[in-house]
């Protein structure tokens, strides 16, 4: 099999569903027309993401394509992974979702066909991000993430979602320009270097000489490059786009803005991170993802609890897990980049599920206030369910995939001598659990509103919330021997070191063990 023009596949086909929604006519063309391409679409880029993840994964060994201008390692593999996942599971809760909005009238024919042509572009863009080894390609396909999620934001075409568009794009532009600038600094300095300058925008050129780069320019860059992306990832203070963008957008579009394309912007910080760390060395890059970390955990903690718009409340909890993965980058070590990985991982599943729910709730509530939203579980029994579970699972609680990580990220802390920092950072999180128990006792519990019409949402609407829980409780309980090793050989691609650095860790040395007793 030629994965390499699989890798070409995974890129073509939701371009090819978005020209092909695009020029069927809005009117005449029923919705289920686009429903069906629709989900051809995201069912292909889960199949192709799967087939690419198992050959990296199984082999050890990158993809490329088209020269060096496409290249999958084991550190992209992780974040494919999630596109394919979270892509496939949010596009079909898309279906259900529309036909709602359809129904109440929020949405009409144009509408529902742009819904399904950005969708299509911004799993795209997702893609190309995590796909390309051109620098300068990585910071263009950022930006096409704007551009194409914006007009998925302002859907609606009320005050509201404009207004957020409008701040969504212009903060996030303006920001992402800043990682152009170090963007820019990097080629500048790797072309000096190269004997041949056209080679300075792949990632895989710059990582050979990365020790011979300017050290004043190249943390310079890194800088630029963690303000710049970090604008597009939700990290402090470039944050304040993201609890208006993921308020107003449509909860499907929420749960992968939240569960995925954060967690894309964070991949090129950590391609940056690996270019400065081989540089510099350690100290400074890991300082300063501390300091974006420990701000953006500290001032979202406190953000969530005092919320009671319910996505508002957990986009800013997306904040705060952001902040979580840029503190474990900021330990380092094995421990604290598996950690981070990891992390991305458990937390993309998670809020992907919460944003669903968000968007049950919404649909038999008819709004987002939770003071004015109690008695889910008498409601609707199954979102209630699964709402309390995802809120568990958000606060950490065993047994649940979120509280492997940050016992990781608790673990890394303190191997890395950052004592004070780990007691700060479980206040924070002592009070984003007291707001997630708040949430769960008073909203999903009590007396439901008596106009409210008790009913769940169909089946359909269900499962992609019910397999989302399978894997975060799945992850939590045993987690998969593939997945292990997926989260090994990204380390291990951070670190630019073998194969088996989580073997002798602390914490993994235990769980791989008993993940090789389980399968003998």
């Known amino acids: 099999m030629d994965y390499s023009t699989l890798m070409i596949a995974i890129m073509i086909v939701p371009f090819v569903a978005a020209i092909l929604i695009a020029v069927l006519p809005s009117k005449s063309t029923p919705k289920l027309v686009f429903e069906v391409i629709h989900f051809a679409s995201i069912t292909a880029v889960l199949v192709l993401a799967i087939l690419l993840v198992v050959q990296v994964g199984s082999t050890g060994k990158a993809i490329d394509a088209v020269g060096l201008w496409f290249h999958l390692d084991g550190l992209g593999m992780v974040f494919l992974a999630l596109i394919g996942v979270i892509g496939f599971l949010t596009g079909w809760y898309s279906i259900p979702y529309v036909r709602h909005d359809e129904k109440i009238g929020n949405v009409g024919p144009g509408q529902i066909k742009a819904y399904y042509v950005f969708f299509s572009l911004f799993v795209f863009s997702m893609l190309l991000v995590v796909l ?188 705060e897990n952001i902040g979580i993965v840029a503190l474990c980058l900021g330990f380092g070590g094995p421990l604290g980049i598996a950690a981070a990985l990891l992390h991305c991982v458990t937390h993309g599943f ?55 990580s940050e016992i990781m990220a608790f673990i890394s802390g303190v191997v890395a001598g950052h004592i004070v920092l780990v007691c700060l950072f479980g206040v924070a999180l002592t009070v984003v659990i007291a707001a997630c128990v708040h949430v769960v006792t008073g909203a999903v519990f009590g007396e439901p509103p008596e106009n409210v019409k008790k009913g769940d949402l169909s089946p359909f609407a269900l499962i992609p919330e019910f397999a989302m829980v399978i894997v975060i409780l799945w992850f939590g309980v045993a987690m998969p021997q593939p997945v292990l090793n997926g989260i090994e050989t990204a380390t291990a691609t951070v670190l630019q070191t073998d194969t088996n650095v989580l073997h002798e860790a602390p914490l993994f040395k235990d769980i791989f063990a008993a993940t090789q007793a389980n399968s003998d």
């Open 350 to 404: 998670t809020k992907a599920l919460l944003f669903c729910i968000s968007g049950n709730v919404l649909i038999k509530y008819g709004t987002r206030d939770l003071n004015k939203i109690s008695g889910i579980l008498r409601v609707a029994p199954a979102t209630g369910i699964l709402m309390a579970i995802g809120f568990f699972a958000l606060a950490g609680f065993p047994p649940f995939a979120m509280f492997l």
């Open 132 to 319: 390309s080894n051109n620098i300068i390609m990585m910071w263009a396909a950022i930006e096409a993430t704007t551009l194409s999620t914006v007009f998925l934001v302002g859907c609606y075409n009320k005050k509201t979602t404009l207004e957020a568009s409008w701040k969504y794009v212009i903060v996030c532009t303006a920001g992402v320009a800043f990682g152009l600038y170090g963007t820019v600094l990097v080629y500048a300095d790797a072309a000096s270097l190269l004997s041949d300058p056209h080679q300075a925008v792949f990632w895989t050129s710059l990582l050979p000489v990365a020790k011979q780069f300017d050290a004043m320019l190249i943390q310079i860059a890194f800088v630029f490059a963690a303000i710049g992306f970090g604008t597009k990832a939700g990290l402090f203070p470039m944050h304040t786009w993201l609890p208006d963008a993921h308020s107003e957008a449509p909860s499907p579009v929420s749960a992968l803005l939240s569960g995925v394309l954060l967690k894309c912007a964070m991949l090129i910080i950590i391609r940056f991170y690996i270019l400065c760390i081989q540089a510099v060395g350690t100290f400074f890059p890991q300082l300063l993802m501390l300091i974006l970390g420990a701000l953006s955990v500290g001032v979202a903690a406190f953000a969530v609890f005092a919320q009671d718009d319910l996505k508002r409340k957990l986009a800013y909890h997306s904040c």
